[in-house]
């Protein structure tokens, strides 16, 4: 009878280990780099920093599901590019970043506080975002709001999704703490999250319903050094979508709330 009341204490514990939930909440800190037709080459260029939260419910000491919002702005200008295409062009543009997301994780090790456990463990993610944005640019000592001038002929959402993906490590320390430092792909669903796309406007369609809107609307359209763009030459690159990297550090704290059943 010892036996038997023994084996069933430890299913008992077994059972009460298994439905364990294991909540983690973190801050995040790092920066943000823009992918687009302005930035065609430089994919870990970071020009601005973000800031984050995250929730995340860990299932196991593999399989995690994160939902976490970030704060952070990207931007480009022509006039610093090494390329005197680039330079001539002189386009330039910089837009906040609000962006929510949810990710499930994968650890390739068994990561965890407990006994046997990694302390340390690469990862990757990914899952679904929705962004924010609102490009702008400075022209001629005034802010301009690129959005509401159609500088291609073109009217473009400021809202759109993204599936994000990505890597990182993971470090324990302390049994409830945890450094993760991550780098993570948005490719967009959109094009002008630079205000920038295909070809250079008409006249015609950058016709407002007075001269001074009118000029404005040419002006931000061409700003190449002598304003001499041909309409219908190209204005961006050939991808159809932009997009931007996140390269960040979170330290976390884990919550464990044990149920028992007897």
């Known amino acids: 009878m010892n036996k038997i009341y023994k084996v069933f204490i430890l299913f008992i514990l077994s059972i009460s280990f298994a439905q364990a939930q294991t909540w983690e909440i973190g801050v995040t800190g790092g920066g943000m780099g823009y992918i687009g037709d302005l930035n065609q080459n430089n994919y870990l260029k970071i020009t601005e920093p973000a800031l984050g939260f995250q929730i995340k419910r860990n299932f196991d000491s593999y399989w995690s599901l994160k939902l976490a919002a970030l704060k952070g702005k990207v931007s480009y200008n ?5 390329y005197a295409q680039e330079v001539n062009r002189n386009l330039s543009f910089y837009s906040p970043i609000s962006e929510g997301n949810l990710t499930v994780e994968f650890n390739f090790l068994d990561y965890g506080f407990e006994f046997m456990q990694k302390r340390i463990t690469p990862f990757v993610f990914t899952g679904v975002a929705l962004t924010l944005f609102n490009p702008k640019t400075d022209y001629n000592g005034s802010t301009y709001e690129l959005k509401y001038y159609d500088t291609e ?33 948005r490719n967009l669903n959109t094009d002008y999250l630079d205000d920038v796309s295909g070809l250079y406007a008409t006249a015609a369609e950058l016709q407002e319903s007075t001269p001074q809107k009118t000029i404005i609307r040419q002006s931000l359209s061409d700003r190449s050094v002598n304003q001499n763009a041909v309409p219908g030459s190209q204005r961006g690159d050939f991808r159809k979508k932009d997009g ?10 884990t919550f464990v709330s044990q149920n028992c059943y007897f």
């Not at 473009?156 to 470090?171: E, W």
């Not at 960040?248 to 704290?253: A, V």
């Open 78 to 82: 022509d006039s610093k590019s090494k």
């Open 244 to 253: 931007y990297v996140f390269v960040g550090i979170t330290l976390s704290y």
């Open 153 to 185: 002929g073109f009217d473009y959402k400021t809202t759109t999704y993204s599936i994000p993906f990505g890597a990182g490590v993971k470090y324990n320390f302390g049994k409830y703490f945890n450094i993760i430092g991550e780098i993570g792909y």
